[in-house]
């Protein structure tokens, strides 16, 4: 019974094996193109395929086996090969992730990284069966029970212990080294050459990974800050001169021209933008603070989402007008990464006891919180991993319930409709830097059900009122101007 038992271990841990790879694909899948509805169906539709293949070719006669022990050995194989493919894929990944420029061959790269583990899994499945039919049909049946355990395990140790904890490379030590307790269960009947060996090449893979050799042989000359979390991975990159003004002149700044002393970075959070410490990105970031205050016009309690570089936060900050302050940011290296390199900002937003850091799910909070704010600060850059669930007439109904009346919502950037707007808000106010495109200067809009007569009203023109019936929408184009006379101004100041 005991040795009955450790079968059943071995595949419960090949189980383990199986979903740690599936989940951490997917997530380097998403790093790279999104998690859309259609490259999650690749993904997971793939690794299907992989499992149903897999079990197809486990019972090719090429595969047919002798007896048990033939079985067992087969089933050992496969964990090896298990180990090989993470050390492989671990090896190569770099390239594909941050170097290749086609397209379809990153696509195809991942598909098959995805296929592989996925058919050996459906291969170890079938070969279970193998191991397990001279015992007795009832024992078969639990096969299944101990691969979706392992699984159930694997997964839930990948999300909540793993990538949170430790980061993406213990999902991958963990593969190899459940794969190879998977292998010395099943087959423990190896000399001991064998399984020294076999101790080598798992260490080995271990070590490999743990002391990041792929960034020893192959070392970054953007990426200068990278760590995982939960929602997405923290990275900051140093752009070059020539992508660094091509950016800073589509958001406004002036062509050519930078105007700053320190190396242009771009913070990242899963390979989508946060903020630049380009002056005038800065600038656009303190206009949340300039704009908003004066439409509230009585202290005020501020909620905002995402820390990113901690300038709009700080900018707040910096009016007596601001009560309270809640930054939630569901992150936590983008904290890192801001007191690292935007030091003046954190210890500004970090310093005053008006503020506080949250680190929780933006949903989450919205969801459970008590707190009722007067504005809300949102950023078109705010995704999950599954990049779904903001920008929704549900998030914003929920916002609501934590608005003080007549409060506002402040958006920087695109992801709101109309209709969205209409049904979800009596007062929205969106704010596009409309630089980045030119037609995007008639998306800047305040809504009201009350024509705007706060002492910023001067900035405000009556845009069109039959988008919102019984109400007003004002066009604001003095955001803009604030900002980039701000940027000019600063300009000025540093010019010889």
């Avoid at 820390?307 to 709009?312: H, I, L, N, Q, R």
């Avoid at 009596?426 to 998306?443: A, G, S």
């Avoid at 069109?464 to 300009?491: H, K, M, Q, T, W």
Wanted: glycine share 8%; with cysteine.
């Amino acid at each position: 019974m005991r040795e009955i038992w450790l079968i059943f271990l071995s595949i419960f841990a090949a189980g383990v094996v199986s979903l740690l790879l599936e989940l951490s694909l997917l997530r380097e899948f998403t790093y790279i193109f999104g998690s859309t509805a259609v490259s999650n169906a690749i993904i997971i539709s793939t690794f299907l395929v992989g499992l149903a293949g897999g079990a197809y070719l486990g019972t090719w006669g090429a595969f047919s086996v002798r007896d048990e022990m033939d079985a067992r050995r087969k089933f050992a194989f496969i964990q090896l090969f298990n180990i090989i493919f993470v050390v492989l894929f671990c090896l190569s990944k770099k390239y594909f992730v941050y170097e290749c420029q086609y397209a379809n061959l990153v696509r195809l790269y991942f598909i098959a990284s995805v296929l592989a583990p996925s058919v050996l899994a459906g291969m170890g499945y079938a070969i279970s069966v193998k191991i397990m039919h001279w015992r007795g049909e009832k024992f078969i049946t639990y096969i299944y029970a101990f691969s979706t355990l392992g699984s159930v395990v694997g997964g839930l140790a990948h999300g909540i212990i793993l990538v949170p904890l430790f980061g993406m490379r213990s999902t991958y030590i963990s593969a190899i080294i459940c794969a190879g307790i998977a292998l010395y269960l099943i087959y423990s009947f190896m000399t001991i050459i064998y399984k020294t060996l076999l101790a080598i090449i798992i260490i080995g893979a271990v070590a490999l990974i743990h002391f990041n050799v792929p960034e020893m042989l192959f070392p970054s000359n953007n990426v200068i800050y990278s760590k995982d979390s939960e929602f997405g991975i923290v990275e900051v990159w140093k752009l070059n001169n020539e992508t660094a003004r091509h950016i800073n002149s589509q958001i406004g700044g002036e062509d050519g021209d930078l105007g700053m002393n320190e190396a242009p970075l771009d913070l990242r959070v899963n390979n989508i933008h946060q903020s630049y410490n380009f002056p005038v990105d800065r600038s656009i970031h303190k206009q949340w603070a300039a704009t908003s205050l004066p439409i509230v016009n009585h202290p005020a309690s501020v909620l905002m989402f995402g820390y990113g570089s901690g300038v709009s936060a700080a900018a707040y900050l910096e009016s007596p007008l601001v009560q309270r302050m809640d930054i939630v940011e569901n992150c936590d290296p983008v904290i890192e990464a801001a007191s690292i390199f935007f030091p003046e900002e954190f210890r500004l937003v970090t310093g005053d006891k008006r503020a506080n850091i949250i680190v929780d799910d933006f949903r989450g909070y919205v969801r459970f919180t008590e707190k009722k704010y007067d504005i809300i600060a949102l950023d078109h850059s705010l995704q999950d991993p599954y990049s779904i669930g903001y920008f929704t007439v549900e998030f914003f109904e929920q916002l609501k319930d934590v608005m003080n009346p007549a409060g506002i919502v402040m958006l920087l950037g695109e992801g709101l409709s109309w209709n969205t707007t209409r049904m979800s808000f009596k007062y929205v106010y969106k704010n596009i830097n409309p630089q980045t495109e030119h037609d995007l200067r008639l998306n800047l809009f305040y809504l009201s059900d009350e024509r705007f007569s706060g002492p910023a009203s001067s900035d405000y023109q009556l845009a069109n009122d039959e988008l919102l019936p019984g109400g007003f929408i004002f066009s604001d184009e003095e955001v803009v101007r604030l900002s980039l006379a701000e940027y000019a101004e600063g300009r000025a100041r540093v010019s010889p």
